[in-house]
């Protein structure tokens, strides 16, 4: 940390002396917050300044003016995403399974003043099985390969993306996509071997040190889980990153909703 630094107020109220005694009593931090004042939460993050270099890719791809428009940010860790959108007028719902990120993402939002913008809850994915609420833009960034079920995941999700989705994941190398994939005989599986064919390679033990690394897909497996799930890839903003808006007639639209329809009735009880 910057000791050298002046002494500042913080937007959301106390020294820069007693910021940095919450930056320390709230770490480890993954998301290196540029916080009022100059602080930083995680100024020598392994990956650099992470995730304000891929914030950097993802901007200009998104509109300056988000006011009206309602928010997601699945996995929102710290929030600096939630608060990058809410800065251009969303009002964002950033939900994560671990309370410690969300407790750095509450208290960095006082920080820069965006209590009313945003609002951080203890929730997993697969919960939007029963939450009918739908999203002009949701970000699904560095989560779908924790998923143990990663293809319901996106079904789920995809079903609330009113304009956009922004969806990133680690992946297999390689940039090659098959065009001609339909209508294979049984017979004719070795073309699955081809670099270009959809596939995703899953990951017994773990990977980088996680054990929640499950699922490495490729670039022709992401585009094509993407468009099964009534998404089109529009841009690529960066390595791994996509956007998205739903197609008006999804491909698979009735087999897709079928099988969402026994996964609800195990969530809720009901069709």
């Known amino acids: 940390m910057d000791d050298e630094l002046p002494t500042l107020q913080a937007t959301g109220g106390g020294t820069a002396g007693e910021q940095d005694e919450d930056i320390r009593r709230l770490g480890p931090w993954f998301h290196n917050l540029h916080l009022p004042g100059g602080r930083q939460t995680a100024p020598n993050h392994p990956l650099g300044d992470f995730p304000a270099f891929k914030w ?33 007028g969303a009002d964002v719902l950033g939900i994560d399974h671990d309370e410690h990120y969300l407790e750095q993402a509450r208290w960095a939002a006082r920080q820069f003043g965006l209590e009313t913008r945003t609002r951080f809850e203890r929730r997993g994915v697969y919960e939007l099985a029963h939450d009918p609420q739908t999203y002009d833009l949701i970000l699904f960034m560095g989560v779908f390969y924790h998923l143990r ?55 017994e033990h773990q990977l980088a040190g996680d054990p929640t690394n499950w699922w490495a897909p490729n670039r022709a497996g992401i585009i094509a889980m993407l468009r099964s799930a009534g998404l089109l890839v529009e841009r690529e903003p960066g390595d791994e990153m996509f956007l998205c808006r739903p197609q008006a007639s999804p491909p698979h639209a009735e087999a897709v909703a079928a099988a969402l329809a026994e996964v609800q009735k195990g969530f809720c009880g009901k069709a």
């Open 56 to 88: 950097a890719q993802l901007a200009p791809c998104l509109p300056e003016d988000l006011s009206g428009w309602r928010v997601l940010d699945i996995g929102c860790n710290a929030g600096f995403y939630s608060f990058e959108l809410a800065k251009r």
């Open 149 to 203: 079920y990663p293809l319901l995941a996106l079904d789920l999700v995809a079903r609330r993306v009113k304009r956009l989705m922004v969806f990133q994941s680690l992946s297999m190398p390689g940039d090659a996509v098959m065009e001609d994939t339909d209508s294979k005989r049984i017979d004719e599986r070795k073309v699955m071997l081809e670099p270009g064919w959809p596939k995703m390679a899953f990951i």
